[in-house]
């Protein structure tokens, strides 16, 4: 048997409303989510400019707005959130936008989060290069 050695798995637990949801982040995960994070943005506004006509929108149309816009951010938060996690906190408030924002708030922080660590692991490498050098 070779040397053993344990991975560490990245993760966070955010408190979204009243549900939690653990996110399990990779760098990987993060570029997936955050290039698919313009689309869903894209879709909220959409849904936004839909509701601010509601007069002249059916409710239909808006339940399907909703429920497409539900369907697209439940995939693109999947990988790091896990499956249904979006459509858990909407349903605890049934508010769109307030879930879309929180789910891009938690994005936001654990891409910075990321970058600090990237940071820190690089100045620790050179570190220790420099230990070897003298």
């Known amino acids: 048997m070779g040397v053993k050695i344990q991975l560490n798995t990245n993760t966070v637990d955010f408190e979204l409303g009243e549900v939690e949801v653990t ?3 990779t760098l990987e995960t993060i570029k997936l989510v955050m290039a698919n994070k313009e689309k869903v943005q894209e879709d909220l506004k959409q849904i936004q400019i839909a509701l601010s006509d509601v007069e ?5 149309t808006i339940d399907n707005a909703i429920q497409s816009y539900l369907l697209g ?3 693109a938060f999947k990988p790091i959130f896990g499956e249904g996690s979006f459509t858990k906190v909407y349903e605890s408030c049934h508010d769109i936008v307030a879930t879309a924002e929180a789910f891009s708030d938690a994005m936001d922080y654990l891409n910075d989060k990321i970058e600090k660590e990237t940071a820190q692991k690089k100045k620790d490498k050179q570190k220790k290069l420099a230990k070897y050098k003298k």
């Open 56 to 60: 002249n929108v059916s409710e239909e």
């Open 73 to 75: 951010a439940e995939e």
């Open 23 to 25: 996110a399990t982040y």
